[in-house]
DNA sequence: AATTTAGTCAACCGCGATTCC
DNA sequence: GGGAATCGCGGTTGACTAAAT
């Protein structure tokens, strides 16, 4: 349902992820963060564009984010908050968790926009009774309160009980992945290639290794050495390494491409 | 059964805002 | 203060599927 895989002239790769590239970025993310969009599809070992990591990142590999299956609530609240705010998706999203804005706009243009323009009475009436219901809600927090119940009921919408079962094989991959552990990564076999994987997979130890030596995390997880701005002494000796290496690996995307990659395309 | 149309949604693109130097 | 780099948002595109003809 989405553009197929294709290399621009910078030789940047476009359109649908496969699984291999959300798993490297989804490893490399939970391990160092997105200390810089532009800068981290290299150190992942993704010939992909910084924008495409963010919005893949966003909108499917990061944890929690939900798809599908909008609960009636999540619905009269994005009506609602569309009706106050327009078309501010994102701050519509942030009222939502795990809804992406994309997923939120998408969802508002297929179902909510003639869902309202179709009945806009009944529409008004689901949301004059969801208030209601809040302020009956309100109300029991009021007493709670007064009875000294420290427990408060939140006021965000609730998240829907189960997550839809995925069907697209980009989804498929996260299912392995969102509570792996940050260290040791578990590059699942996800295909028959294993043995590449494995040798990529000491590529990106190079990668992600030469930046842990201390072991030092900042509050994104991400090294010290980034946050204070650069690779010091070492960067030249270090970019010498990346080049060769990153050859290496650019080589073994080609051989993957040629081989394995069910969205090859050319 | 074959073709057309409509609906859906992942991903791209352009641009304004923000941050950095 | 100003230019460059980067980020983030919102609109749009294009491929796929299902329904209709």
Request: proline fraction near 4%; hydrophobic fraction near 30%; charge should be negative.
């Amino acid at each position: 349902m989405v553009r197929a895989p294709f290399y621009d002239k910078n030789g940047l790769k476009k359109g649908a992820w496969s699984v291999v590239e959300d798993n490297k970025l989804r490893s490399y993310i939970q391990r160092f963060g997105h200390w810089n969009w532009r800068e981290l599809p290299k150190f992942a070992g993704l010939s992909r564009c910084g924008k495409s990591c963010r919005l893949r990142w966003l909108n499917y590999l990061q944890p929690d984010v939900k798809r599908g299956n909008y609960t009636e609530e999540e619905e009269l609240m994005i009506i609602k908050l569309h009706e106050e705010l327009g078309n501010k998706w994102s701050m519509i999203a942030a009222s939502l968790p795990g809804r992406s804005d994309n997923d939120i706009k998408n969802h508002w243009h297929a179902h909510l926009k003639k869902c309202t323009k179709k009945n806009p009475t009944i529409t008004k009436m689901k949301m004059l009774s969801n208030e209601a219901y809040k302020h009956d809600v309100d109300i029991a927090r009021k007493t709670e309160k007064d009875n000294s119940i420290s427990s408060s009921p939140s006021y965000q919408v609730q998240e829907s009980s189960q997550l839809p079962l995925e069907t697209s094989s980009s989804e498929f991959s996260h299912l392995s992945f969102d509570n792996a552990p940050l260290s040791g990564i578990n590059w699942i076999a996800e295909d028959s290639l294993a043995t590449l994987e494995t040798l990529e997979q000491s590529f990106s130890d190079f990668w992600t290794e030469t930046f842990v030596l201390d072991n030092t995390y900042i509050q994104n997880n991400y090294p010290e050495s980034f946050a204070n701005g650069g690779f010091s002494a070492s960067q030249s000796c270090y970019n010498e390494g990346v080049d060769s290496i990153y050859k290496e690996m650019q080589e073994v995307e080609n051989y993957k491409r040629i081989n394995e990659d069910p969205y090859l395309v050319n």
